[in-house]
């Protein structure tokens, strides 16, 4: 995946922070949005994080595996 890239979240992920759905559970299964970064470094350095894929969806961002994920045809 790449920045800028559609995709549409593949699995059930639980928030608890979407600002519409503030304080309660909300799942973004189904929903698309568009790649912003994918995090390999910080700093200069090589890291590995365990949520390294960045989403937006609108205002909102989120982070993810890349295998809750497909990119959107």
Request: charged residues 20%; negative net charge; hydrophobic residues 35%.
């Amino acid at each position: 995946m790449q920045p800028g890239d559609k995709v549409v979240v593949a699995s059930s992920v639980v928030v608890y922070n979407h600002p519409e759905h503030r304080g309660t559970s909300f799942d973004l299964q189904g929903s698309e949005g568009e790649v912003v970064t994918v995090l390999t470094e910080w700093k200069g350095r090589p890291i590995s994080p365990t949520l390294p894929v960045i989403v937006a969806f609108g205002r909102y961002k989120a982070h993810f595996r890349s295998d809750e994920l497909q990119v959107a045809s």
